[in-house]
């Protein structure tokens, strides 16, 4: 049991265009979703929290134009990169935090998706 | 705010050898507090979590990580280390209310030796 699927796992875009990518929590359900995201041989950055019904929080220095971030239901977010640019590459994982249960406290993430702008 | 310090960038072990990774950890409660593992370009795999009670915690994989209130301290060990142990293993904390997203320590590769 949790997992969470995302997708796509990787995409190659060309500078200014816009990429969707999907979190899906498979057989449980998240009131909350964490967007992080990852460069080269580096950690986890948080970039967002993502809550059903409700706007995202995003972190410092995270522009919340250019990372659109919709959680339209309890096993579904989306984190939308805006007018990509070669910058915005990087390995973008989720996680998602169980609304109950004996998972309530734990995160289980996502397999990451790797976006390359050309 | 709470943070996490993996003090060992790199560690390189010889296969069947024990392996011990180092996380220290800031915060002025006791946190969650996790060890993930991460295979290049994989997501993240949860290897053991300690939410309170006993200090000592068993994982997957044959890991365990032992709870060190006074040392600020969750250090995770093997007795005998496997080839496909090679990855980078993350230390995160999260609040004691659960409810927000993880902090990471910077990592650790581990490189196992044949």
């Known amino acids: 049991g949790a997992v969470v699927s995302q997708h796509p796992s990787w995409v190659i875009c060309k500078s200014g265009t816009s990429v969707k990518i999907e979190c899906r929590s498979l057989d449980f359900q998240a009131t909350t979703m964490f967007w992080y995201r990852q460069f080269p041989k580096q950690s986890l950055m948080l970039m967002a929290t993502?809550?059903?019904?409700?706007?995202?929080?995003?972190e410092q220095g995270v522009e919340k134009d250019k990372f659109l971030i919709n959680h339209a239901s309890l096993t579904l977010s989306t984190l939308t990169v805006t007018s990509a640019h070669p910058e915005d590459s990087s390995f973008y994982i989720c996680s998602a935090r169980s609304s109950g249960g004996a998972g309530v406290k734990t995160q289980y993430f996502g397999p990451g998706t790797r976006l390359l702008v050309l | 705010a709470q943070s996490v310090t993996q003090p060992d960038i790199h560690i390189t072990v010889s296969e069947g050898a024990s392996l011990e990774l180092r996380c220290n950890y800031s915060y002025g409660a006791t946190p969650y507090l996790f060890w993930y593992v991460q295979s290049p370009g994989q997501g993240l795999q949860l290897l053991l979590k300690?939410?309170?009670?006993?200090?000592l915690v068993q994982g997957i994989k044959g890991f365990e990580a032992e709870f060190k209130r006074s040392q600020s301290s969750f250090n995770l060990r093997k007795p005998s280390v496997h080839w496909s142990d090679a990855a980078e293993y993350f230390c995160?904390?999260?609040?004691?209310?659960?409810?927000?997203?993880?902090?990471f320590g910077s990592g650790t590769r581990l490189q196992v030796q044949p």
């Open positions: 993502s809550n059903e019904g409700s706007k995202a929080t995003y």
């Open positions: 995160a904390v999260a609040p004691d209310t659960g409810r927000r997203a993880l902090t």
């Open positions: 300690y939410f309170s009670g006993d200090t």
